[in-house]
């Protein structure tokens, strides 16, 4: 079975400051996927980065990073520069390889950015 | 067209009412999601439908019926539903014939049981 915990239900961060959600995972599986989901207020659910297992270099998309430790089952995203348009719920999602169909989903985390 | 509609946007029902949720993409997407989300929780998967057919079915109750018409369109049936269905219920999409699959999600509709 895989498990995604995330365990700081909220943070807040200074706008233009630095901050990095936490995420663990648990999973058998050699072959699979992670993603940081951002759903703000009343808002649509998007993907905000994704990496591959197999790859070992960490994905980037503008300010938004990860820091993948895979022997730690580590999956850590952070947002440089820090926008009030980032305020937002930040799930971390797994998915095993295979075209599993399946997401696991942390229970999320509440960033709020303060001008 | 890279995104992911769903009708109606708000919806209130009484417990003997039966309506209907409808989700599109135009992606070219095979594979379509239901899920049911509580405020402050993550997504809870509900179905899962791979080339139109049903593929996953959490042990979601009868009252909750889906249907996919064709490959673009994904339909929830509501009937006799209680209460604590009351809930945001969000359509995805994901190409279903990659390694991953990346899923888009709609913006949902905001069901209220009375």
């Known amino acids: 079975a895989q498990t995604v915990t995330q365990s700081q239900p909220e943070m807040s961060v200074q706008e233009a400051e630095t901050v990095t959600l936490s995420c663990t995972y648990d999973?058998?599986?050699?072959?699979?996927?992670l993603f940081w989901y951002k759903q703000p207020p009343s808002r649509q659910m998007i993907l905000v980065i994704r990496q591959e297992a197999y790859k070992q270099q960490n994905a980037t998309e503008n300010r938004f990073s990860v820091n993948f430790q895979k022997a730690a089952k580590s999956f850590s995203l952070k947002i440089s520069d820090s926008q009030l348009g980032d305020a937002a719920m930040y799930f971390c999602a797994l998915e095993a390889g295979g075209g599993s169909e399946k997401l696991v989903f942390g229970k999320g985390m509440k960033l709020t950015v303060n001008p | 067209d890279t995104e992911v509609t769903q009708t109606p946007k708000h919806l209130v029902m009484g417990m003997t009412n039966k309506k209907s949720l409808k989700c599109e993409q135009h992606?070219?997407?095979?594979?379509m999601y239901w899920y049911k989300q509580k405020a402050k929780k993550p997504p809870e998967l509900m179905f899962v439908y791979s080339y139109e057919k049903l593929s996953i079915n959490e042990s979601v109750p009868s009252r909750f019926s889906p249907e996919c018409p064709n490959s673009s369109l994904l339909n929830l049936h509501l009937h006799a539903l209680q209460p604590e269905d009351s809930a945001l219920y969000l359509c995805?999409?994901?190409?279903?014939?990659?390694?991953?699959?990346?899923?888009?999600f709609g913006p949902g509709t905001r069901l209220t049981v009375l």
């Open positions: 992606m070219g997407h095979r594979a």
């Open positions: 999973t058998s599986e050699s072959d699979y996927y």
């Open positions: 995805a999409s994901s190409p279903g014939d990659t390694d991953y699959n990346e899923q888009f």
